[in-house]
């Protein structure tokens, strides 16, 4: 059973070799893949067509998520969805199978973008199944080269990818990221509490520290001797009466 996964991830360089390195390393087969840009700038969509049965697609969705770039992914093989792929096929004509090829065009519908002598190129768009029977259809004449874009898938109905949403988060992610790695500007000062006064010994504190017995007190020039702070002694304790000898 085809399972079409729908795959958001970051518009970086990169991305899409880490998602088929995934998908090598889980040994799954991818059928078809397209890339695209989406209506948000910096997020890009990823189409991937993989053959592989519901447990094994499961498996690979959260294998998906395990990648920093993968935003969301969805499963669109279970619900309604609209799927278009394009065919371009450049067929040899000679001057009888012209008429045929021409019918065919009608057929299938096809456009005929380009003509030349001997060759014609075709275009065909439309549902997987309608461009394989396209292709079927004009290897009745010789077929010199054909390419195909891939499938490209969306919901049907009113439901979409919440793109815009998912973008917000991005941005904010990417803000606190960049908020931690990177400093703070150099024009930037932050405010620092302005350095404490501290107070001379013997002006503010003096008597307090006296009566403690361990600060310095100053001399007056009346006391004589030296007029430079001296550093007061403990004074001895008293000791009661009944202890005195």
């Not at 904010?172 to 010994?201: I, T």
């Not at 007190?217 to 009346?222: G, L, T, V």
């Amino acid at each position: 059973m085809q399972h079409t996964l729908v795959v958001l991830v970051e518009d970086k360089p990169g991305v899409l070799n880490r998602v088929a390195s995934l998908f090598r390393r889980r040994v799954f087969n991818i059928e078809s893949l397209s890339v695209g840009h989406t209506a948000e700038p910096g997020i890009s969509r990823m189409t991937i067509v993989i053959d592989s049965d519901q447990a094994s697609a499961e498996r690979v969705t959260a294998y998906l998520y395990k990648l920093v770039n993968v935003l969301q992914v969805e499963d669109l093989g279970a619900v309604p969805a609209v799927t278009r792929d394009l065919a371009l096929v450049k067929v040899a004509v000679a001057g009888h199978d012209r008429a045929t090829l021409l019918r065919v065009v009608d057929e299938t519908r096809a456009h005929i973008v380009d003509t030349g002598e001997q060759t014609m190129t075709l275009e065909i768009t439309g549902e997987p199944p309608h461009v394989d029977s396209g292709d079927c259809a004009a290897r009745a004449a010789r077929i010199i080269e054909m390419v195909r874009s891939g499938q490209v898938a969306m919901r049907r109905g009113d439901t979409a990818l919440p793109l815009r949403s998912i973008l917000k988060g991005c941005r904010v992610a990417e803000g606190r990221e960049r908020r931690e790695a990177d400093p703070a500007p150099s024009h930037f000062q932050p405010r620092l509490a302005p350095p404490a006064v501290r107070p001379k010994l013997g002006a503010v504190h003096g008597d307090d520290m006296l009566r403690q017995g361990c600060g310095p007190r100053p001399h007056s020039p009346e006391e004589g001797g030296d007029h430079r702070l001296r550093i007061a002694r403990p004074r001895a304790r008293a000791e009661p009466e009944g202890q005195r000898r």
